[in-house]
C-alpha cells in the first residue's frame, strides 16, 4: 500500500470507529442498533449476513461472509458490548471518541472496538479482490458477562456447517500474537438455613457457617490442584486456581444467619481439573453438608449459579491460525495472556484459533480508555496482507 492509501485508509477506519463508540451498547442494555449498523456498512461491501438473537431480541450476534462459498478462510471475530461507565472518573464523555496525542479516547476504543472498526474499514479491499477462500465476520453480543454471544454463534456455526480453517480474535494485544490463556469459570453458590435467636444455635441452621465448610473444601481442592499441573504447562501459575471473592449473609451477631452467598471463580488449565473440583463440591453438599442441615430444618438447601464457563485457549504444537497471523505480522514467536476471550469456543468447535489485536489490555475497562492511533495503523497493515494471502488459496 502507498503511503496516501495507508492514511486514507486509517482515517476511514477512525471515523467509522467514532460512529461504534457513539453506540452506548454496555452489555446489560443490549446491541441491536450498533449490530445493525455494522451489518448494513458489510451489506454495502457485498457480504452476505445473517444475525441471531438473544431471548430478549435486544442482543444480537453478526456474521457475514465475503468471498466464495466454500470450506475454509478465515474468521475475524470480535465483540461489541462494553463495560460499564458508572463511577468511573472520565475526562471526556466515554461515548464521544476524542483524539489526543495520537490516541484515541472512548469506551471500547481498545476492548474492542478498535479491531471491528479495521475489520470493517477493509471489508470493501476484500470485496475488491478474487478471494480464493472466504472472509468472514463474526461480531457478537456480551462477551464481556460470559462470553455468551460466542457460544450461540459457534453453536450457530456447527449447525449450519460452516468450516472455517482459521480465526483471529482481535482482543486488544499489542497486535502481538497469542496462542493461550486460561479458562474462566465463574460460580455462585447460595445457602438456605434456619434463621434463629442466636443463643440457642441448635435450633436454627447458620448458612454461613455452611458457606464456610464449603469455603474450606475450595481451599483444599486448591492445594489439591497444584499436584494435578500438567507437565511442561506453559501458564504461570501452571495449575488451575481457585478464588474466593465474596461471601455475604446474616443481619446481626445474635441472629442465626439463614441465608448466606459465596461467589467464586476457577481458572483451569485443562477441562479435567474443573470437572474434578466440581465433582468434589457435588459430593460435599449431598454427603455431608445438606443432611446436616436438614437434620434440623428439612427445606434447607444449597444450590450453585453457574455466572460464566469461558473456557480457555489451549497452545497447540500445530495451529494454522497462529502461524497466518506470525507471518502477517513478522512476529517469530507467539505469548499467552492473563485474561480471558472467545478465542476457546472457536477451538472447541474445530476451529484453530488465535489472538492478534490492537491496544493493550491495559488500557480496557479503566477511566479514559484509549487505543493508539498507531496500533490502528498496524492492524490495517494486518488485514491488507490477509487480504492478498486469501487470493493465494487456503491457509491450511
Known amino acids: 500500500m502507498t503511503k496516501t492509501l495507508d492514511g486514507d485508509r486509517l482515517k476511514r477506519c477512525k471515523a467509522l470507529l467514532a460512529e461504534l463508540i457513539a453506540f452506548p451498547t454496555i452489555s446489560a442494555d443490549g446491541n441491536r442498533a450498533i449490530t445493525e449498523y455494522l451489518a448494513d456498512c458489510l451489506h454495502d ?130 497486535m502481538q500474537v497469542i496462542d493461550g490463556h486460561k479458562g474462566c469459570f465463574e460460580y455462585t453458590t447460595w445457602f438456605t438455613g434456619l434463621e434463629g435467636h442466636g443463643s440457642a444455635p441448635d435450633l436454627g441452621v447458620n448458612a454461613i457457617e455452611y458457606a464456610a465448610r464449603f469455603m474450606m473444601k475450595l481451599v483444599e481442592l486448591r492445594a489439591e490442584l497444584k499436584a494435578r499441573a500438567p507437565a511442561n504447562c506453559p501458564f504461570d501459575p501452571p495449575h488451575t486456581t481457585i478464588n474466593m471473592g465474596l461471601l455475604t449473609g446474616g443481619m446481626a451477631h445474635n441472629v442465626i444467619p439463614g441465608k448466606a452467598r459465596l461467589e467464586w471463580e476457577m481458572r483451569p488449565v485443562q477441562q479435567s481439573d474443573a470437572d474434578f473440583v466440581k465433582a468434589a463440591l457435588e459430593q460435599l453438599v449431598r454427603d455431608e453438608l445438606l443432611p446436616a442441615m436438614r437434620a434440623t430444618h428439612a427445606q434447607a438447601d444449597i444450590h450453585t449459579d453457574v455466572v460464566a464457563e469461558v473456557v480457555g485457549l489451549l497452545p497447540e504444537h500445530v495451529n494454522p491460525s497462529r502461524d497466518l497471523v506470525m507471518a502477517l505480522t513478522g512476529a517469530n514467536s507467539a505469548g499467552l495472556v492473563p485474561f480471558g476471550t472467545e478465542a476457546g469456543l472457536f477451538q472447541t468447535i474445530g476451529i484453530p484459533s488465535v489472538i492478534c489485536g490492537p491496544g493493550a489490555i491495559a488500557q480496557a475497562h479503566k477511566p479514559d480508555e484509549y487505543l493508539e492511533q498507531d496500533q490502528l495503523a498496524l492492524c490495517l497493515q494486518m488485514l491488507d496482507r490477509l487480504a492478498q494471502r486469501l487470493e493465494r488459496g487456503p491457509v491450511a
Open 45 to 174: 461491501s457485498g457480504a452476505r449476513f445473517w444475525t441471531e438473537a438473544d431471548v430478549t431480541g435486544e442482543k444480537l450476534n453478526l456474521f457475514a461472509t465475503i468471498g466464495p462459498e466454500c470450506d475454509g478462510g478465515v474468521i475475524l471475530s470480535g465483540h461489541t458490548d462494553v463495560v460499564p461507565v458508572a463511577d468511573q472518573p472520565w475526562s471526556t464523555d466515554p461515548f464521544t471518541m476524542t483524539e489526543c496525542d495520537g490516541k484515541l479516547y472512548g469506551r471500547g476504543t481498545c476492548d474492542m472496538k478498535g479491531f471491528v472498526a479495521a475489520c470493517v474499514t477493509m471489508a470493501p479491499e476484500f470485496a475488491r479482490r478474487k478471494l480464493a477462500v472466504p472472509v468472514h465476520f463474526a461480531f457478537t453480543y456480551d462477551e464481556e458477562i460470559g462470553c455468551f454471544g460466542a457460544q450461540a454463534l459457534t453453536a450457530s456455526l456447527q449447525e449450519r456447517g460452516i468450516r472455517p480453517a482459521a480465526a483471529i480474535i482481535g482482543e486488544p494485544s499489542l
